[in-house]
Nanobody, 116 residues
Framework: QVQLVESGGGLVQSGGSLRLSCRPSRTIFNIRVMGWYRQAPGKQRELVASMVFGGETFIADSVKGRFTLSRHNAENALHLQMNDLKLEDTAKYYC??????????WGEGTQVTVSS
């Protein structure tokens, strides 16, 4: 069983920055995709950014130009740098790993709250 350890959420003023990190609890192989999702109260969970290992990076239009996704290869860690945060970015952010065999793992989520 793999657990995903998320960190970096918090309370920030509009225009501020936060950096989210996601690390597996142990070294794992055969990761196909890592990504960040978010879910605001009363809304569906949505994909924010994802990275196909050895392939493309996807950034949602709503955060393009403000959020950057990066990976630390040795740790299999995934970082989401969030700049110029807006009120509408307030949500619980979840890390997800998809494996080659089809198994998916989710983190428990980290809260991001943007205040005016």
């Amino acid at each position: 069983q793999v657990q995903l350890v998320e960190s970096g959420g918090g309370l920030v003023q509009s225009g501020g920055s936060l950096r989210l990190s996601c690390r597996p609890s142990r070294t794992i192989f055969n990761i196909r995709v890592m990504g960040w999702y978010r879910q605001a109260p009363g809304k569906q969970r949505e994909l924010v950014a994802s990275m196909v290992f050895g392939g493309e990076t996807f950034i949602a239009d709503s955060v393009k130009g403000r959020f950057t996704l990066s990976r630390h290869n040795a740790e299999n860690a995934l970082h989401l740098q969030m700049n110029d945060l807006k009120l509408e970015d307030t949500a619980k952010y979840y890390c997800k790993i998809s494996m080659d065999g089809g198994m998916n793992y989710w983190g428990e989520g980290t809260q991001v709250t943007v205040s005016s």
